[in-house]
């Protein structure tokens, strides 16, 4: 008759009921620290956090060195995992459905491989700095490794296991390998403070180490003599309280095995590998993504960036020409380096107030506009897409998110790029902490970079790279017959092409939310005072008072300046009248007249 080991002292707020190590009463007693399991030979808990995969895993490496038995664990953490009903869109407060579903799908991709070398995954949920100790203890622990990891949460949470194993004598191993570099080292070599320019960093770089090959083809079996351990099911979607996926979404399949698969797959194309350069490339491409995807993968250590790295390099060694950092795709992954090392080294880097490296913009804090954006509802086909398609696949192409982030902040909404962040941190499969802070940071021209007045148009910018419009008609299928002179811009259709096209602006899809001639100008001109202030106050930051101030100036002073300002400013929740439709181009009115004969 088994008995039910809970392994946690926290009671699951979601339905996993069948995520318990089992085990048998007489071995029980073994695992509270009773009889022999301690005398024993080594006992290492191997515990999965990132890093989901056998190769490049220097933490496993040494979990094996010399051990009797290895328990490699993962710890439903509900802190990510709980669904939320309050949530916009499926998932969890901290993470949408489709990372959970690439998550699940990973841990059991793992537990698969780790079963071909006669071990397991075990899994346990509760808070991991309670349900890690236990496992120490129960299982006589006396080595534990885990992935160095960067993030202020995994920070707190491992320092505080660091020194429950500090306490008890148990040997700890956290090697670095979810990056190329160490960031405290680069820190380091860079005088003790990150560097703050792409190329400033890329001065401070060396060769990076290489990956560590493949886990041991046989990895010491868990319990064998020590306990029965029933299998344990990774959970479904279901099972953690989720509804299945009933929408299109993610197509990108979690795990090792496929990431290992289409990085082999893009690889092979080293023509292209070679000549890859962003920003060059087609945001709008969703059939065959104009670059690698494999950040879902990078981001859960799925695919180890160093292995990345060096067979990339072996790719430009066969090739006689390739392009270089910053555009190259060897420069994309010092991208990001870049932002891991700014990260770690910046006090409060995820946020405006008390972070050295970000100008204090007085920014709107407007739950309408936001979630306009945020639903794909500003009226704007080309973000609203690019939004769906963050919503549906957990994924969009780098310039789309250029676009969208730009749009919320300097270039049209004005809204804080904080909350910007939030959402894509929810939704994004390959949300990450150092990137997506770095990237809204950059984007929103509040660190890195200057030039706020270089703004995407919402209207134009994707047009050149599909006239046609069917990025937009795929991701919002009520525009897919609305002509392609209109695609781009609704709003300015005729009545009788709307209604040719099933398709009432206002009705049927929204109005824009936005003039976006007016708003880009008052946002330029936001920008413009607030930078002023910035350098006004010298090496130091204006305080939030004078940010204030500014911002109430403003207010008043550009809201007068314009009829027809930022609609949604009043947060009344009324869409704004439709604007002006600009005078047609000849060849706009070319196509309307040949239309109407
Ligand atoms: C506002 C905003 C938020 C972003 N948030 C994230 C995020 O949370 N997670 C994330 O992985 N990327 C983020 N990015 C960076 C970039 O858009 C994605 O890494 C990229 O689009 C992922 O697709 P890919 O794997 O096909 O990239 P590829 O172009 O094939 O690049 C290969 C890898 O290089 C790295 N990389 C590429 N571009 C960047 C960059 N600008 N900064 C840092 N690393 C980069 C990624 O690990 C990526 O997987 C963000 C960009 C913006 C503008």
């Known amino acids: 008759m088994p008995l039910v080991l809970k392994c946690t002292t926290i009671l699951p707020p979601f339905a996993v009921s069948r995520i318990r190590i089992r085990t048998s009463v007489s071995r029980a007693r073994h695992l509270c620290g009773v009889g022999e399991s301690r005398t024993m030979g080594q006992h290492s808990l191997m515990w999965f956090r990132k890093g989901l995969?056998?190769?490049?895993n220097p933490a496993l490496h040494k979990a094996c060195e010399d051990a009797s038995h290895v328990f490699p664990?993962?710890?439903?953490?509900?802190?990510?995992?709980a669904p939320d009903p309050t949530a916009p869109s499926p998932g969890s407060r901290t993470a949408g459905v489709n990372r959970i579903h690439f998550l699940l799908q990973s841990l059991q991709d793992l537990d698969s491989s780790l079963k071909s070398r006669g071990s397991q995954l075990f899994l346990v949920h509760g808070n991991p700095t309670e349900v890690i100790p236990e496992l120490l203890e129960k299982w006589s622990i006396k080595?534990?490794?885990?992935?160095?990891?960067?993030?202020?949460?995994?920070?707190d949470r491992d320092k505080r296991i660091k020194e429950i194993c500090e306490e008890r004598g148990i040997?700890?191993?956290?090697?670095?390998?979810?990056?190329?570099?160490?960031?405290?080292?680069t820190i380091l070599k860079n005088g003790g403070k990150p560097p703050l320019t792409y190329q400033a960093f890329c001065r401070t770089l060396g060769k990076p180490p290489k990956p560590v090959g493949d886990a041991p083809a046989a990895i010491p079996e868990p319990s064998k003599d020590l306990m029965d351990v029933d299998v344990v099911p990774i959970p479904s979607l279901q099972d953690l309280g989720y509804a299945d996926l009933n929408e299109e979404f993610t197509p990108f399949g979690g795990g090792e095995t496929e990431g290992l698969r289409r990085?082999?797959?893009?690889?092979?194309d080293k023509k292209w590998v070679a000549e890859f350069e962003k920003p060059k490339g087609n945001p709008t491409a969703f059939i065959k993504p104009a670059t690698t995807c494999l950040s879902p993968y990078l981001k859960f250590g799925c695919v180890s960036v160093r292995l990345f790295y060096a067979r990339l390099l072996t790719v430009y060694s066969e090739m006689k020409k390739h392009s270089h950092p910053p555009v190259s795709l060897e420069g994309q992954l010092l991208w990001?380096?870049?932002?891991?090392t700014v990260g770690y080294g910046t006090i409060n880097y995820d946020r405006m107030v008390g972070n050295p490296i970000c100008r204090q913009i007085p920014w709107k804090d407007d739950e309408v506009l936001l979630s306009r954006w945020r639903d794909g509802q500003t009226g704007f086909p080309w973000i609203d897409a690019a939004m769906i398609q963050l919503r549906k696949w957990g994924w969009m192409h780098h310039l789309a998110r250029h676009a969208v982030a730009c749009f919320l902040t300097r270039g049209d909404l004005f809204v804080y790029w904080e909350k910007g962040r939030d959402v894509f941190d929810r939704l994004l499969v390959d949300s990450d902490w150092a990137i997506n802070n770095g990237n809204w940071m950059w984007l929103s021209a509040s660190a890195f970079f200057a030039q706020y007045h270089r703004i995407y148009s919402p209207i134009t910018f994707a047009k050149k790279h599909d006239p046609e419009g069917n990025y937009i008609k795929h991701f919002i299928p009520v525009l897919k017959d609305m002509p392609k002179a209109y695609i781009y811009e609704p709003w300015t259709a005729p009545l009788s092409v709307q209604k040719a096209a099933n398709c009432i602006i206002g009705k049927d899809y929204p109005k824009p939310v936005v003039d976006h001639a007016i708003a880009n100008k008052k946002c330029r001109d936001r920008m413009g005072a607030a930078f002023a202030l910035n350098k006004?106050?010298?090496s130091g930051q204006p305080t939030q008072e004078q940010v204030?101030?500014?911002n109430e100036k403003l207010t008043a002073k550009l809201d007068e300046d314009s009829d027809a300002s930022i609609a949604a400013e009043s947060s009344d929740g009324e869409p704004p009248p439709s604007p002006k439709p600009k005078p047609k181009s000849k060849r706009q009115r070319t196509l309307t007249e040949y239309k109407k004969k």
């Open 53 to 56: 995969r056998l190769h490049d």
């Open 548 to 550: 204030n101030a500014l």
């Open 263 to 268: 990085l082999d797959k893009m690889l092979a």
């Open 336 to 340: 990001r380096e870049f932002f891991y």
């Open 73 to 81: 664990v993962f710890v439903l953490d509900p802190f990510f995992l």
């Open 143 to 155: 080595r534990l490794c885990f992935e160095h990891d960067t993030e202020p949460y995994a920070q």
């Open 536 to 538: 006004a106050a010298g």
């Open 171 to 185: 040997e700890l191993h956290s090697p670095v390998s979810h990056t190329l570099f160490n960031p405290a080292e």
